[in-house]
T-cell receptor, first 112, second 112 residues
Framework: DAGVIQSPRHEVTEMGQEVTLRCKPI?????LFWYRQTMMRGLELLIY????????DSGMPEDRFSAKMPNASFSTLKIQPSEPRDSAVYFC??????????FGPGTRLTVL | GENVEQHPSTLSVQEGDSAVIKCTYS??????FPWYKQELGKRPQLIID?????GEKKDQRIAVTLNKTAKHFSLHITETQPEDSAVYFC???????????FGKGTMLLVSP
């Protein structure tokens, strides 16, 4: 298995633009998580899905952030419009029933 | 909700010394405690975990201890090597479909 796959790995955009981050979880994992990591705030959980259903989105900072999981093998995190303070590394992670959680390589987002 | 505190925030040791990182948690229902290692520019990776039905677990130079009464758990690295230099995160969760609550991380620096 290739592990959790994220794209793009790096994204540089200008303030006000829409940004879409993509994630493919490990096959067979039924939970998917989106995290944001910054030096100031550490590793923050944004939202998580169980069996493709959003369970807890209390970590989503604002209405500018939205996430979807249309099927078991794909999820997106969208920021519209983006702002400089959204600059961070965004990780997707998936988990199996044994609870071991695997992280993807992350997307480094820079909003100018 | 769960709150995980981690100490110290930075730890510098000489190669060959031992390193200990400590975490406390607040939710007595938590029963799964993983530790992640994150090298610079990389994803967090699980290095060891412990469940509440055991008090200690070892894997080569790494060990984790759990004290459920005091609600704290610790990571012990013996015979440290420069490649152990990284940020280490502890986490806690209530098993099932709950989420991991992460500590703020400890930057471990091992000097040759």
């Amino acid at each position: 298995d290739a592990g959790v796959i994220q794209s793009p790995r790096h994204e540089v955009t200008e303030m006000g633009q829409e940004v879409t981050l993509r994630c493919k979880p490990i096959s067979g994992h039924n939970s998917l998580f989106w995290y944001r990591q910054t030096m100031m705030r550490g590793l923050e959980l944004l939202i998580y899905f169980n069996n493709n259903v959003p369970i807890d989105d209390s970590g989503m900072p604002e209405d500018r952030f939205s996430a979807k999981m249309p099927n078991a093998s794909f999820s997106t995190l969208k920021i519209q419009p983006s702002e400089p303070r959204d600059s961070a590394v965004y990780f997707c992670a998936s988990r199996d029933l044994a609870e071991e959680q695997f992280f993807g390589p992350g997307t480094r987002l820079t909003v100018l | 909700g769960e709150n995980v505190e981690q100490h110290p925030s930075t730890l510098s040791v000489q190669e060959g010394d031992s390193a200990v990182i400590k975490c406390t948690y607040s939710d007595s229902a938590s029963n799964y405690f993983p530790w992640y290692k994150q090298e610079l520019g990389k994803r967090p990776q699980l290095i060891i975990d412990i469940r509440s039905n055991v008090g200690e677990k070892k894997d080569q130079r790494i060990a984790v201890t759990l004290n459920k009464t005091a609600k704290h758990f610790s990571l012990h690295i013996t015979e440290t090597q420069p490649e152990d230099s990284a940020v280490y995160f502890c986490a806690a969760s209530n098993s099932g479909y709950s989420t991991l609550t992460f500590g703020k991380g400890t930057m471990l620096l091992v000097s040759p």
